[in-house]
C-alpha cells in the first residue's frame, strides 16, 4: 500500500463529509489509485508509452497504466480490507487512498 496510514482523524474519529442537510448519513469521499507494484509487467503502459512518440508526444516516459475508483463511504476503517480483498490484487498491484475532503473536493 502506499500513502496512506488510515482515515485522516480529528479527535480519534474519522473526518466525514456531513450531508445532514439532506437526510443523508454522514460518509467520507474517497479515491482509489490502483498501479501494477514496481517491477511488474505493465503491457498498457508499455503501449501507451511507445505510442506517443508517434503522436508528436517526445520525451515521456515511466508510463503506468493504472485504475481509479471513487466511492462514498460511511465507516472508512473498512478502506484497507475493501482494498485488499476486492478492489485491487496485492501479489501485483499497490494502492493509494486520497480522501477528497483533504483534497478539498467533491
Same mark, same amino acid.
Given at each position: @500500500?502506499?500513502?496512506?496510514?488510515?482515515?485522516?482523524?480529528?479527535?480519534? $474519529?474519522p $473526518? !466525514?463529509?456531513?450531508?445532514?442537510? $439532506?437526510g443523508?448519513?454522514?460518509? @467520507? $469521499?474517497?479515491?482509489? *489509485?490502483?498501479?501494477?507494484?514496481?517491477? +511488474?509487467?505493465?503491457?498498457?503502459? =508499455?503501449?501507451? =508509452? !511507445?505510442?506517443?512518440? &508517434?503522436?508528436?508526444?517526445?520525451?515521456?516516459?515511466?508510463?503506468?497504466?493504472? !485504475?481509479?475508483?471513487?466511492?462514498? +463511504?460511511?465507516?472508512?476503517?473498512q478502506?484497507?480490507?475493501?482494498? =485488499?480483498?476486492l *478492489? &485491487?490484487?496485492?501479489?501485483?498491484?499497490?494502492? =493509494? +487512498?486520497?480522501?477528497?475532503? &483533504? &483534497?478539498?473536493? !467533491?
Amino acid at each position: @500500500m502506499l500513502g496512506w496510514n488510515g482515515p485522516e482523524r480529528t479527535h480519534d $474519529r474519522p $473526518r !466525514r463529509l456531513d450531508h445532514s442537510d $439532506r437526510g443523508a448519513p454522514s460518509v @467520507m $469521499r474517497v479515491r482509489v *489509485l490502483i498501479r501494477p507494484k514496481a517491477g +511488474i509487467l505493465d503491457p498498457q503502459g =508499455e503501449a501507451v =508509452e !511507445r505510442a506517443l512518440p &508517434a503522436l508528436g508526444f517526445d520525451g515521456v516516459t515511466n508510463v503506468q497504466v493504472g !485504475r481509479l475508483v471513487e466511492l462514498d +463511504i460511511e465507516d472508512p476503517w473498512q478502506l484497507e480490507s475493501i482494498c =485488499e480483498r476486492l *478492489l &485491487a490484487n496485492p501479489l501485483v498491484e499497490d494502492y =493509494e +487512498i486520497v480522501s477528497m475532503e &483533504a &483534497a478539498g473536493k !467533491r
